[in-house]
């Protein structure tokens, strides 16, 4: 662009300086009478000469200059961007109306949290219930379709919708015609006798209990065998001679009901002992079988519990296994309630799963 400021007028100014004496000192050697008659052509001619050189001064050379508003009268021209560069785009201000208050953009909150997925549920998926804090939302969000407490009642307990109760009759004082009627109201399928081979359990011989058994028969409901703790698969044991004497006497067991706890914390050894067990026991008698209490426990030198991540293991892969025996008919976790003692429960409180818990949740 050229310039247009005052450096050129000056140079101009310079340059009439420069050629504007030798003319005033032809003139002067001419007689008055002349310089007379030539002053007024002089004159035109001098006047014509300056509006030339205005006009050549003022009459652009190039292209229309930029107006002076949009652009400076020295400043360079905008660099242009290079090829496949996107240009930047600068939004223009917003300006909110006088009084008026404007609306904050909401900002997007990172979520952290994992997203809950309901729990699986199955008709052979259960577990063993005892009150605690939040029992009843434990329950609930646990996916079991069965439980039982080791009664005839579940007192403090609501029942999820679709969830059955299963009552059981304990023990020898637990056959009274309050319990049976009990039993009988509270549900379709009635447990037997819990661990009568165990001390401290309901310790029962098996003479007592054959005894006691028409009247658990009596109910009408489908009934379970006593369930053992230990030996079910062996001739000559508790569960061996119960089953030959209430076959002798022509009573009804309809299913065996079976405890298992695994001393090996290694999941593979510990499901492959578990599926062996089963399976000999249901091939021995020929009956569905029930497993109403199992977990991992190490019962050989005091007790012993693995660590959440052997007992949500082994729980995954356990009810895995069992869903693949047709005559497994169900199950039932030990137990719902978690303690800091063991490794076993599955809710802490009614909405606060354990590892274990989660794998439980999973499972079918």
């Known amino acids: 662009m050229r310039a247009t400021g005052q450096g050129e007028a000056d140079a101009a100014r310079g340059n009439r300086g420069v050629h504007a004496e030798p003319r005033r000192g032809m003139l002067g050697r001419l007689p008055i009478g002349a310089r007379r008659l030539l002053w007024p052509l002089v004159v035109a001619a001098a006047v014509a000469v300056l509006v030339t050189g205005v006009v050549v001064v003022v009459q652009p050379t190039g292209p229309t200059p930029t107006p002076a508003a949009t652009q400076a009268l020295d400043a360079p021209p905008p660099a242009s961007p290079l090829p496949g560069t996107p240009a930047a785009t600068t939004p223009a201000p917003t300006t909110s109306p006088a009084g008026a208050t404007p609306t904050p ?7 952290t949290a994992r997203p809950v997925a309901p729990a699986v549920t199955s008709k052979r998926k259960g577990v063993g219930v005892w009150t605690f804090d ?6 609930a969000n646990s996916g079991a379709s069965w439980y039982y407490t080791w009664d005839v009642a579940h007192s403090g307990i609501n029942s999820p919708k679709g969830a059955e109760f299963v009552p ?4 020898a004082k637990s056959v009274t015609a309050t319990n049976l009627q009990q039993a009988r109201k509270n549900g379709r399928h009635l447990l037997g006798f819990n661990e009568p081979d165990l001390k401290g359990q309901a310790e029962m011989t098996v003479e007592q209990a054959l005894e006691l058994w028409p009247q658990l028969q009596a109910t009408g409901l489908a009934l379970g065998s006593p369930a053992v703790a230990w030996g079910g698969d062996r001739p000559g044991e508790w569960l061996d001679r119960f089953m030959a004497g209430a076959k002798q006497r022509g009573y009804r067991v309809d299913f065996i009901a079976l405890h298992w706890y695994g001393g090996d914390f290694t999941t593979a050894n510990a499901v492959n002992q578990l599926r062996s067990y089963l399976q000999a026991v249901h091939d021995r008698y020929q009956l569905p079988i029930w497993l109403t209490e199992f977990a991992l426990i190490d019962f050989s030198n005091g007790v012993r519990f693995p660590t959440q991540a052997q ?3 082994f729980l995954t892969a356990a009810t895995r296994m069992l869903g693949g025996l047709s005559w497994l008919q169900r199950y039932a976790w030990f137990g719902l309630p978690a303690t800091d003692k063991d490794q076993t429960g599955l809710f802490r409180t009614g909405g606060t799963a354990t590892t274990v818990g989660r794998a439980y949740q999973a499972a079918r």
């Open 105 to 111: 953009t909401p900002t997007a909150k990172p979520t």
């Open 134 to 139: 939040g029992v009843s939302q434990a329950l």
């Open 168 to 171: 059981m009759i304990w023990g």
């Open 311 to 313: 007992q949500s293991a």
